[in-house]
C-alpha cells in the first residue's frame, strides 16, 4: 500500500499493481488495484487503469475499467470508459467512449447536474439514447 501526501505520478512506463491512497494521482503508465483519495485522479492519454475507484474527481483521458465513484467526473476526447460509474456531475467529451452503467445526478448523490459537451448538431453521436417507454413493436428491450 502506498501512502501519498503529496500529488502521485504514476509514469508513462509504470505497470503498478495494489493499492494506492492519498490526495490527488496522476497516472500516465498502468495501474492495477485500488485507488482511494481525497483529492483528484487523473488519467492521461495512453493510461491505463483496471480498478475500483474513489475520488472527490476524475478526469479521464486514457483507458478505465471497473467501478468509478466520484463527486464530479470529466470524461476527455480520448477516453475509453467500461463499467459501474456513480458521480453527482458527469461531463462527457465528443469522441469520448463510455459502456457500462452509470447513476449520476439525484440518482448519485440527491444533486447533480449531467451536462454532456457534444454539439446538437452530431445527432445521438457520444451521448446516452433516451429512454423510451414500454416494449418496442417486436416486443424486444429496446436498446
Known amino acids: 500500500m502506498v501512502?501519498?501526501?503529496?500529488?502521485?505520478?504514476?509514469?508513462?512506463?509504470?505497470?503498478?499493481?495494489?493499492?494506492?491512497?492519498?490526495?490527488?494521482?496522476?497516472?500516465l503508465g498502468r495501474f492495477k488495484?485500488?485507488?482511494?483519495?481525497?483529492?483528484?485522479?487523473?488519467?492521461?492519454?495512453?493510461?491505463?487503469?483496471?480498478?475500483k475507484v474513489v475520488a472527490e474527481q476524475a478526469d479521464i483521458a486514457g483507458e478505465f475499467s471497473g467501478d468509478l465513484k466520484v463527486r464530479n467526473l470529466i470524461l476527455l476526447e480520448k477516453a475509453r470508459v467500461e463499467g459501474t460509474l456513480e458521480a453527482q456531475n458527469l461531463a462527457v467529451r465528443e469522441g469520448a467512449q463510455l459502456n457500462g452503467s452509470v447513476s449520476s445526478g439525484a440518482?448519485?448523490?440527491?444533486?447533480?447536474?449531467?451536462?454532456?459537451?457534444?454539439?446538437?448538431?452530431?445527432g445521438n453521436s457520444g451521448k446516452a439514447a433516451e429512454p423510451?417507454?414500454?416494449?418496442?413493436?417486436?416486443?424486444?428491450?429496446?436498446?
Do not use: C, F, N, W
Not at 501512502?3 to 497516472?27: F, N, R, S, Y
Not at 440518482?107 to 452530431?122: D, H, M, R
Open 3 to 27: 501512502e501519498a501526501d503529496k500529488p502521485t505520478v504514476v509514469d508513462t512506463h509504470a505497470v503498478i499493481e495494489g493499492k494506492l491512497k492519498g490526495k490527488d494521482v496522476q497516472i
Open 33 to 51: 488495484g485500488e485507488i482511494e483519495l481525497s483529492g483528484r485522479l487523473m488519467m492521461g492519454e495512453g493510461s491505463r487503469v483496471e480498478a
Open 107 to 122: 440518482a448519485a448523490s440527491g444533486y447533480a447536474t449531467v451536462k454532456s459537451e457534444v454539439p446538437a448538431s452530431q
Open 132 to 143: 423510451r417507454p414500454g416494449p418496442s413493436p417486436e416486443g424486444a428491450i429496446a436498446r
